[in-house]
Nanobody
Framework: QVQLVESGGGLVQAGGSLRLSCVAS????????VSWYRQAPGKQRERVAL???????NYADSVRGRFSISRDNVKDTVYLQMNSLKPDDTAVYYC?????????WGQGTQVTVSS
């Protein structure tokens, strides 16, 4: 069974940084486009960043310049480096990839930014 597992969330003060990690079982992340999404209470889930197998990246306007997505193909891990965090970044962050026409999601990791 394909599983994605996120880690690295936590409580941080505004202006601080966190790095999220996403690993997978039974699927190779390095050959797939991987996205990070987030969902705040009462809001729709939104994509914040993605990285293609070729290393191309894309960011939501709300995080561009502050967040950076990257991958380590040796460790088969995708990271989301989050800097200059704001209280509005508070959400559950999810890792996502699509493989053989199915979408896979992790269980999410909570990021809370205090003012």
């Amino acid at each position: 069974q394909v599983q994605l597992v996120e880690s690295g969330g936590g409580l941080v003060q505004a202006g601080g940084s966190l790095r999220l990690s996403c690993v997978a079982s039974r699927i190779t992340l390095s050959i797939n486009t991987v996205s990070w999404y987030r969902q705040a209470p009462g809001k729709q889930r939104e994509r914040v960043a993605l990285i293609t197998p070729y290393g191309d990246t894309n960011y939501a306007d709300s995080v561009r310049g502050r967040f950076s997505i990257s991958r380590d193909n040796v460790k088969d891990t995708v990271y989301l480096q989050m800097n200059s965090l704001k209280p509005d970044d508070t959400a559950v962050y999810y890792c996502n990839t699509n493989w053989t026409k199915a979408a896979y999601w992790g269980q999410g990791t909570q990021v809370t930014v205090s003012s």
